[in-house]
């Protein structure tokens, strides 16, 4: 039988790693690489237990918790939001982006649940400067998190949406992909249709089921010594700085608990959510969602137009499209991407991969946020590593 990586391939990719931490450039770092069954973890700088905020890649979780629902009948995707976020009803929607909060037309159409987790809710995290329209400035007023991630900072989940329903919508909803803030709808939504807080319905139907014991939307005083600082750049002086400590914003639950960008999680707790979604829903002999719904959330769902000047970074979608929670790589445009790989990062510092063609999983966690959302040299050489390793 063939390796499923070859070993010496495999060892390169951890000296690398290794000599990132070594050298400061990237202090704690966690890698995880699984195929057919063959899985190597490694830490550097860091124990493998450490725990890290995993901002962004929070997006996937909160949509398979939604599927969950769907599946339940508690939830359908083709159903308005109202039905259980009655805030939303009769949306005026921004005649452009750049038009004053009054400068308004009706929404032709409600939002539907699956616009939250496909992001074409019609509203978003725009890819501009902040603060540069009025509509970016009135959300940030209003405290809803559309930047990075400060968990003590938005209300509750009720004062959160009755918030956000006093802005109009940037688009119409489904006609533009617009990043993040549907997401963060959507875990007022798994809320109200489970009659349990998000925090209490994602450990009970995913994070207890998957033997995910460190993870959450904070890091109880027992773990905190686990709990890694995370550093970010002064972007006026480029100087390194703490952008939060262990005993920061982490280390209390939130007022609201983002579906978008607040959890945090260890290199072994997320490989078994992502082993359950490379499984087709199933951990061992439990079964989480059907393999149905896995490919549901992992298929490109998005049109053309829908792509069209929403993406992160230009070009982007050339090459990937988006299903729930999760960008969906649609050509190879490199030997780290296959049509139909998955997954999504974390802006604070943290990567998952899952490739179908490959039976292959692959996650780096890391204490280092992003300067941008291009993907920082860390990254992008563990994923070439990674796929290098390849042994057949």
């Not at 000296?15 to 704690?28: C, E, H, K, L, S």
């Not at 995290?125 to 009135?138: E, N, V, Y």
């Not at 802005?167 to 993040?180: A, D």
Request: charged share 20%; hydrophobic share 40%; with cysteine.
């Amino acid at each position: 039988m063939t390796d499923a990586f070859d070993k010496s391939r495999l060892t390169r990719l951890h000296d690398t790693m290794a000599g990132y931490a070594a050298r400061g450039q990237v202090p704690g770092i966690a890698t995880a690489v699984s195929r057919r069954g063959e899985t190597h973890v490694a830490a550097h700088g860091v124990e493998r237990d450490t725990i890290f905020r995993i901002a962004s890649m929070s997006k996937p979780v909160a949509a398979a918790a939604a599927m969950i629902l769907v599946e339940e009948c508690k939830l359908r995707l083709d159903e308005p939001v109202t039905r259980l976020l009655p805030e939303l009803a009769d949306r005026r929607v921004l005649r452009r982006l750049d038009a004053e909060l009054d400068d308004t037309e009706p929404a032709k159409r409600p939002i539907l649940v699956a616009d939250l987790m496909n992001f074409t809710i019609g509203f978003g995290i725009p890819m501009l400067p902040f603060g540069l329209h009025p509509i970016q400035r009135a959300a940030d007023a209003l405290d809803l998190g559309q930047g990075p991630p400060h968990p003590q900072l938005p209300p509750a989940p009720d004062e959160w949406i009755k918030r956000f329903a006093t802005l109009p919508l940037m688009h119409q909803p489904g006609e533009k992909w617009m990043y993040h803030t549907g997401i963060d709808v959507l875990g007022v939504l798994i809320a109200r249709a489970s009659g349990q807080s998000l925090e209490d319905f994602l450990r009970d139907r995913l994070f207890d089921p998957l033997g995910m014991k460190d993870t959450g939307f904070f890091v109880p005083p027992e773990k905190l010594g686990r709990f890694t600082a995370c550093l970010g750049t002064n972007f006026a002086t480029s100087d390194e700085i703490v952008y939060d400590e262990p005993t920061g914003e982490w280390s209390r639950m939130p007022a609201f608990p983002s579906a978008g960008g607040g959890l945090v999680s260890t290199i072994d707790d997320y490989l078994a959510f992502a082993t359950m979604m490379l499984n087709g829903g199933k951990h061992g002999v439990t079964r989480i969602l059907s393999r149905p719904s896995v490919i549901t959330m992992t298929t490109d769902r998005l049109t053309p137009a829908q792509k069209a000047g929403g993406s992160l970074l230009g070009g982007y979608f050339d090459s990937h499209g988006w299903g729930f929670g999760v960008a969906v790589v649609t050509r190879r445009d490199d030997p780290t991407m296959t049509p139909g790989q998955y997954g999504w990062d974390g802006g604070l510092g943290s990567s998952w991969k899952t490739d179908p063609a490959e039976a292959m999983t692959g996650i780096i966690l890391t204490n280092r946020a992003w300067t941008s959302p291009n993907p920082p040299d860390v990254f992008r050489d563990f994923w070439t590593l990674a796929y290098a390793a390849i042994g057949d």
